[in-house]
Each structure stands twice: as C-alpha cells, then as structure tokens.
Nanobody, 115 residues
Framework: QVQFVESGGGLVQPGGSLRLSCAAS????????MGWYRQAPGKSRDWVAI???????NYADSVRGRFTISRDNAKNTVYLQMNSLKHDDTAVYYC?????????WGQGTQVTVSS
C-alpha cells in the first residue's frame, strides 16, 4: 500500500491562497489516478479534485475555477493549488487514489479560512 503525508495547510484569510502537497511512498504512486478530498467538521469526507493518468482533471462544483490539482511523479507528490479561498473551504484535506483508495488515509492537513 501507498502511504501519504499531506502538508501545506494553515490559517488564511478569505480570498487568500494555499498550496497543499501530498508526498506518497512507494513506486506504485505513478500508476494511479489521484484525488484530493476534504472533510469539514461534522461532515463526510468528499472529493474535491481528481487527476487522471492522462492528465485530465475534474473538480467539485464548489471549487471549480479556484483549485488546481497537479502531480510530479518524479517526486511522488500531488499538489492542490487553492486560490480565492472561502470560509466554506475550511476542512482537513487528504489525498488518495481515485476512484479506489490505494492506501490508508494520511493525517491530512488542516485548512482554516477565517478573517
């Protein structure tokens, strides 16, 4: 199984930006489509961004046009660039395979959008 370590979260004001990183262990990383997910307090964990092996992307309606997912297979890392952040983006963010999980969930990285 692949293991994930997410980082890059923090406290940011509305309208601000953050770039999340997810470092994956194991050589299998490059063989799978990847996704970013998030879980807000009291809510389920939902996907927000998907990146296929061909490079096509898809985004949840709530983040489309503001978030960008990318990956660097040489570094076994997937990124999430988040711009124009809103209060509703506050959540713990995770990465994993998509649509099927390819490893246990990491510890996630907390993103808090607040003025």
């Amino acid at each position: 199984q692949v293991q994930f370590v997410e980082s890059g979260g923090g406290l940011v004001q509305p309208g601000g930006s953050l770039r999340l990183s997810c470092a994956a262990s194991g050589s299998a990383f490059g063989r799978y489509p990847m996704g970013w997910y998030r879980q807000a307090p009291g809510k389920s964990r939902d996907w927000v961004a998907i990146l296929s092996l061909s490079g096509s992307t898809n985004y949840a309606d709530s983040v489309r046009g503001r978030f960008t997912i990318s990956r660097d297979n040489a570094k076994n890392t997937v990124y999430l660039q988040m711009n124009s952040l809103k209060h509703d983006d506050t959540a713990v963010y995770y990465c994993n395979g998509w649509p099927g999980l390819i490893g246990a969930w990491g510890q996630g990285t907390q993103v808090t959008v607040s003025s």
